[in-house]
């Protein structure tokens, strides 16, 4: 092997091995809660203003602001306006009771709350003519415009925006019922290794059952990608790539990324190397614990990428290699939130090797290790909810100390 | 209204109205990957040992330790042992290749990493009886023990956990292909208000689309609630009680949380007070802005909280009440994580109430605003990807201070 890619240098290869060589997916149209995680696939523009138009910002009185000297004046109550009524025009010397997000009479240009109204209360339109006696007013007070979000025509969503409540409602609150997204990438996921049984078979002497198949199919699951599993893999390189060349034809099988588990290392039956001996895919050592060898290529023109086989391996290689490129090259996953937090305890980490380790962060913002470096720790996994970057030249961190943590 | 309630005291209020009164809705047995997102409806213990039995944690050679001097020593080579079979035992003077993973056989208990021997390649079986030099090694020495990750009969994972790649890869390496998960909670979600009209029909002279529908439902989903939506209410309160009325039932009908938009507020037509008028609700303010006016009691005793009617109003009140409150009492959501980031700008903000601003967290650790305060802004929500907490007692922050962002 050669010397060691470092972890940034490795995560833009797998960038740009998604950028280049998978082709577009396409559209799919949708409506807008079956959107959310997805990706926008094009541009939305505004096909109207919102607000739509100019609207009260409080429960008051709209008025017409040049009725009401410095001192205040009494006006002559007119016709409520409820939200969701289309007023008539306001006369001078008249103010209109309005409620919040109702439209501003023409004429009116201001609202004063009913607090700073005299009484401060509305009258009862059932008992007759009234008047009220209000303060002076700028234009414009309380008085939310058309369009001061956004205007007819303007960009509304840009293309690659990942479809959360926020964006939906705002899809929404223009009229629009469906939305069109990227289309979910598919993946197949292989898992190997002769010694890997089936969760609910028999467990015989020296077997394991496989993890890296649920963990795995679960964390590409959350990052929206579609999945296409074949059972374990046994150590036949020929029967692998079999299974895999089944994925990688022009037919609706074919799946836009391989990942396989396991057999990327040096040992002396390392299956995924040998199944990629004539393929364009290089194994090679990124400078990161766990998870230091790893595969990246093609097969069949489908990008590739070979994961180690301890559990905890996979998932870190998943988390600081795929669901970043995703992420980049998709707009969907959103990225994991980064945290600084204090460590709860002294460690250690190689020199020269990214380690990531796994924590809980603590509500008072420090964070504890959780488990060993040992990658094939995966009930300590399963109490962690973070991940812990320790860089390469780093190889003593004290109580205390502070880290980069990302949030799982 | 009274006295305002301070943002943790409405939202500790949430949550013993959600303890208090919804029963437990009893569990559901699902396959792994299908509970996904879901909490742990029981504690789950460990049907065997991880790792199952002693195995090596490097590509080497297995040996007795005894048999290696400080200076090295020449062994015989044994079979060797790949990951997934069941080895004989290891004669004293032979030492055995060994994979990653594979069992340490019996008499064995060290491991001599394959780059430490000499030669340090793996002899070929066919090639006939070969011998190795290897240097001594301590007892254990890269040996995986049995059970080190977790015993049999321990246990593995504490009801209300929530079901992340990490538990469900546990599960599997525990031979489960099943979880019994706690059943999601089911939402009765209406919005009200004279003004609101469904998205993709006509809108007509002082209407506007409802967003919340769409904002809330999305955010109850992601959340992992089940949410059955009804048409948009009108401003008849007696029709919008019986609306709720047909989920209050004992059948299958009956949700276990009701959440209404609009209709809170202290205008001349607030549907929802005027519905609630013979229930068990209180509407009161709580020190916060936007989502100031909320709803909170019971309608024939399901939980229901009343929110604001403006979109913004909507998002700030489920993430700073129910969503909390839900991670609180049913382990499912994961809480928000929450940042410290320095401000991209000056703010100002009104003393006496806690201001949640809609923010976007920058690469640099800086957060700016998106949009004003103003609870309509929907297009700059939009825009946000967090909420910044200004407190109460703050009322001016500069560019550069730091304060405490929750990422959406």
Same mark, same amino acid.
């Given at each position: ?141 309380? !008085? $939310?415009?058309?369009? *001061? %979000?956004?205007?007819?025509?303007? #960009?509304?969503? =840009?293309?690659?925006?990942?479809? /959360? +409540? &926020? ?60 999945? !296409? $599993?074949?059972?374990? *893999? %046994?150590?036949?390189?020929?029967? #692998?790539?079999? =299974?895999?060349?089944?994925?990688? /034809? +022009? &037919? ?157």
């Amino acid at each position: 092997m050669s010397v060691p890619r470092s972890v940034a240098a490795h995560r833009q290869a797998v960038v740009e091995l998604l950028t280049g060589v998978s082709a577009d997916r396409g559209k799919l149209r949708l409506p807008l809660l079956e959107a959310l995680g997805k990706a926008l696939a094009v541009d939305v523009y505004a096909p109207l203003s919102l607000p739509p138009f100019d609207n009260s910002q409080m429960d008051g009185f709209a008025v017409r602001s040049a009725d009401i000297p410095d001192g205040g004046a009494e006006l002559r109550v007119a016709e409520p306006v409820p939200a969701g009524a289309a007023p008539a025009a306001l006369k001078p010397g008249f103010a209109a009771p309005i409620m919040t997000g109702a439209v501003i009479p023409e004429g009116a240009d201001a609202v004063v709350p009913i607090e700073k109204a005299t009484p401060n209360a509305f009258p009862d339109p059932a008992a007759g003519e009234a008047v009220v006696v209000l303060p002076s007013v700028a234009p414009g007070t309380y !008085v $939310r415009d058309s369009g *001061s %979000d956004i205007g007819k025509g303007e #960009l509304a969503l =840009v293309a690659g925006t990942r479809m /959360g +409540p &926020a964006q939906l409602g705002l899809l929404a609150a223009l009229g629009l019922t469906t939305v069109e997204v990227r289309k979910p990438w598919r993946v197949l996921l292989v898992t190997t290794g002769d010694e890997v049984v089936e969760p609910g078979k028999e467990l015989t002497a020296g077997k394991i059952f496989d993890s890296n198949g649920t963990l795995l199919e679960a964390s590409m699951r959350q990052a929206g990608l579609d999945v !296409v $599993r074949t059972g374990i *893999s %046994d150590d036949d390189p020929s029967k #692998l790539l079999a =299974v895999l060349q089944r994925h990688t /034809g +022009p &037919a609706e099988d074919r799946v836009d990324v391989i990942v396989t588990t396991g057999g990327v290392s040096k040992g002396a039956y390392e299956v995924v190397r040998q199944a990629m001996a004539n393929q364009p895919v290089e194994f090679l050592p990124v400078a990161m614990q766990p998870g230091g060898p790893q595969g990246l290529g093609t097969v069949e023109g489908v990008p590739f990428l070979g994961f180690p086989g301890n559990p905890v391996s996979c998932l870190v290689s998943f988390e600081m290699f795929l669901r970043p490129a995703l992420s980049q090259v998709l707009g969907t996953p959103a990225q994991r939130p980064v945290l600084k937090a204090r460590l709860a305890e002294s460690l250690t980490s190689p020199e020269g090797k990214h380690q990531v380790r796994r924590g809980t962060m603590g509500a008072d913002g420090t964070v504890r290790m959780e488990g060993g470096a040992g990658s094939h720790l995966v009930h300590a996994l399963a109490r962690a909810n973070a991940l812990v970057q320790i860089p390469g030249d780093v190889t003593e961190l004290a109580e205390g100390d502070e880290v980069e943590v990302w949030m799982l």
